[in-house]
């Protein structure tokens, strides 16, 4: 069956870094794209990035352009988040999901989620 | 890219029909059929319910029903039932190659 897996969540300061891990199984990992979502305490879901499923396009919301980036190892059947810069309002579980085909950017799949906490 | 506006709670008692709008813009909702619902319970992942507009994946509920008219997709829910409370998300393609997120709707079984 489908299962994605994060990791690497925790506790940073601001301005540090961070990397975030997505495990996927169950499914033909370059057939789909991937998704990062996150949602902060008290509040709503809000869409981060897509990778698309053979890796050469990659979209972002505007808070995140020039200090996020993700990535995809086909041969790990794996995708990334590196986060630098990282502000108090980064502060969510981050989620990562799969597309419904290789982007529609609608998500059937959903890992548990990994949280992040900005704080000094 | 401003969220999609859903109304902050909406309530039934068991056995009602109940209904969520999601009001975007001809940018996201309006100008494409890529609209979709998501459910979420406390604690779990969220659960794709509805895609492209008014598909239900394998699994869920016929109780589930969306629509879209204009800039505003609509997510029915019929026969509420107590499992059904939870929030609900839409979300929908846009023109600039994003995702928008609607701003959530908690659903209340009275």
């Known amino acids: 069956q489908v299962q994605l897996v994060e990791s690497g969540g925790g506790v940073v300061q601001p301005g540090g870094s961070l990397r975030l891990s997505c495990a996927a199984s169950?499914?033909?990992?370059?057939?789909?794209?991937l998704h990062w979502v996150r949602q902060a305490p008290g509040k709503g879901l809000e869409w981060v990035a897509v990778i698309y499923s053979d890796g050469g396009k990659k979209y972002y919301v505007d808070s995140v352009k020039g200090r996020f980036t993700v990535s995809r190892d086909a041969s790990k059947n794996m995708m990334y988040l590196q986060m630098n810069g990282l502000r108090a309002e980064d502060t969510a579980v981050y989620y990562c999901?799969?597309?419904?085909?290789?982007?529609?950017?609608?998500?059937?799949?959903w890992g548990q989620g990994t949280l992040v906490i900005v704080s000094s | 890219q401003s969220a999609l506006t859903q109304p902050a709670s909406v309530s039934g008692s068991p056995g009602q029909s109940i209904a969520i709008s999601c009001t975007g813009t001809s940018s996201d909702v309006g100008g494409y059929n890529y609209v979709s619902w998501y459910q979420l319970h406390p604690g779990k992942a969220p659960k794709l319910i509805i895609f492209d507009v008014n598909n239900r994946p394998s699994g869920v509920s016929n109780r589930f029903s969306g629509s879209k008219s204009g800039n505003t997709a609509s997510l029915t829910i019929s026969g509420l039932q107590a499992e059904d409370e939870a929030d609900y998300y839409c979300t929908s393609y846009t023109s600039i190659i994003t995702l928008v997120f609607g701003t959530g709707t908690k659903v209340t079984v009275l």
């Open positions: 999901a799969r597309d419904c085909g290789p982007t529609n950017y609608q998500l059937d799949y």
């Open positions: 169950g499914f033909t990992f370059s057939n789909y794209g």
